[in-house]
Nanobody, 115 residues
Framework: QQQLVESGGGLVQPGGSLRLSCAASGFSFSSYGMNWYRQAPGKERELVAGIGSAGGTTIYANSVKGRFTISRDNAKNTVYLQMNSLKPEDTAVYFC????????WGQGTQVTVSS
């Protein structure tokens, strides 16, 4: 079955860093662009970052540009999100999906930025 499993979240202080991983299975991973999304308490899901199928193009929400870096390893069927200079407003559950968001959603991974 098609599956997305996010990991790497946790509690971090403002200014800290985390690296999230999304392990994909059950589809041709290297054929699809991949996105990271997040949903903060009381807010709708938003696009955080995206990467093309071969990793050659990336996009970022303005709120994270310069702080987050998306990457992928097609040999490992995994997409990553390196998050630096974290702010309290980055607190959310982070999800991955294809660039069209058509796969079943995973459980996400909780990122909490707090002192």
């Amino acid at each position: 079955q098609q599956q997305l499993v996010e990991s790497g979240g946790g509690l971090v202080q403002p200014g800290g860093s985390l690296r999230l991983s999304c392990a994909a299975s059950g589809f041709s991973f290297s054929s699809y662009g991949m996105n990271w999304y997040r949903q903060a308490p009381g807010k709708e899901r938003e696009l955080v970052a995206g990467i093309g199928s071969a990793g050659g193009t990336t996009i970022y929400a303005n709120s994270v540009k310069g702080r987050f870096t998306i990457s992928r390893d097609n040999a490992k069927n995994t997409v990553y999100l390196q998050m630096n200079s974290l702010k309290p407003e980055d607190t959310a559950v982070y999800f991955c999906n294809t660039n069209r968001g058509r796969l079943p959603w995973g459980q996400g991974t909780q990122v909490t930025v707090s002192s």
